[in-house]
């Protein structure tokens, strides 16, 4: 932890050696997001600087929804619930009630960080949630898990996402090919927000055959994405020398937002990035009801996702 100022607060270091291997992480104290990953000494997630704020909200932690909610608005109960418009061009709530909260630390290891914050009652959303992040390094490279509590009367919904960029190494994020078996994806309107599904095969949407990622635009919402044997959804990017960086995601988080934005800023230049996010829930899901967790008072719901780097095999 540093006492230097930062817009997204506290910075804590992890680090782990082990068999040979070298990881390291920042976490911030703002949203409980990831500011680095690094696995013996290869990039395997973006990084801003430490005076900087999150640019497209880069690591961070996205409860009691991810994405969007249409105009603010949904219902509960027959009632409307209006939240903040906070995604003011295009009239949406976006990323949920934690994006500018404090996360404190529970539990502080070498290589590893436990956070907690909560959501409060308030307008559009009267529920009190609970909720922990816990960053684990492992060898090849991250653990995030994390848990939400309904501390208040009434069964809770929500939701969760994560916002990670990702690289290999010091490779150019164009000459990446992403790897994602899912055979659904959102379509959506000018606004970000889906009005329906359609399936991916043999569209440019298909992350199936491996394309480059310098060859897609895209901000797409995948889901009926293959299991690999361990239960796991996997989306994959593999550099020329064969090196890669993957996410997985257990069963809790069955969607994934696929995100290529030209706009990225690395080293004060713009450019191509990506993004591969873990969801719980698709965007507009408090308004559509689609896949929504329900927790009654006192029940303690658990998910994780992570992160593993393999280095290129020598000829």
């Known amino acids: 932890m540093t006492d230097t100022f930062s817009p997204t607060g506290d910075q804590y270091a992890l680090r782990l050696e082990s068999d040979g ?16 990953l690094q696995v013996d000494g290869n990039a395997v997630a973006e990084t801003f600087a430490e005076h900087e704020s999150p640019p497209s909200a880069c690591g961070i932690t996205l409860v009691p929804w991810p994405n969007r909610v249409d105009g603010g608005i949904w219902h509960l109960d027959g009632a409307e619930q209006k939240l903040d418009i906070t995604e003011v061009a295009k009239g949406n709530a976006s990323h949920g009630l934690l994006r500018y909260t404090a996360y404190r630390p529970v539990s502080v290891e070498p290589h590893a960080l436990t956070q907690a914050a909560s959501v409060f009652p308030q307008h559009g959303y009267p529920f009190r949630l609970d909720t922990t992040v816990r960053h684990e390094l492992v060898v090849d490279g991250l653990i995030v898990t994390h848990t939400v509590t309904n501390r208040g009367p009434g069964r809770a919904p929500f939701a969760v996402g994560s916002h990670p960029f990702f690289r290999v190494g010091s490779h150019d994020p164009a000459t990446l090919r992403v790897t994602l078996d899912a055979a659904t994806r959102f379509e959506t309107n000018v606004r970000s927000i889906p009005v329906g599904t359609s399936p991916v095969a043999g569209t440019p949407f298909d992350l199936a055959g491996s394309p480059l990622v310098g060859d897609l635009d895209i901000d797409t919402c995948y889901r009926d994405i293959a299991q690999d044997p361990s239960g796991h959804r996997v989306t994959t990017l593999t550099a020329p020398d064969g090196s890669s960086t993957a996410m997985w995601q257990d069963e809790s988080f069955p969607y994934v937002q696929v995100f290529t934005p030209r706009n990225f800023p690395r080293d004060g230049v713009k450019g191509l990035a990506v993004a591969a996010e873990p969801m719980t829930a698709p965007a507009n899901a408090l308004a ?28």
């Open 288 to 315: 559509s009801g689609e896949s929504l967790i329900w927790l009654d008072e006192g029940e303690t719901w658990t998910g994780s996702w992570g992160v593993r780097y393999s280095a290129a095999v020598a000829a």
């Open 21 to 36: 291997h070298v990881v390291t992480a920042i976490v911030t104290e703002l949203a409980a997001g990831l500011r680095g």
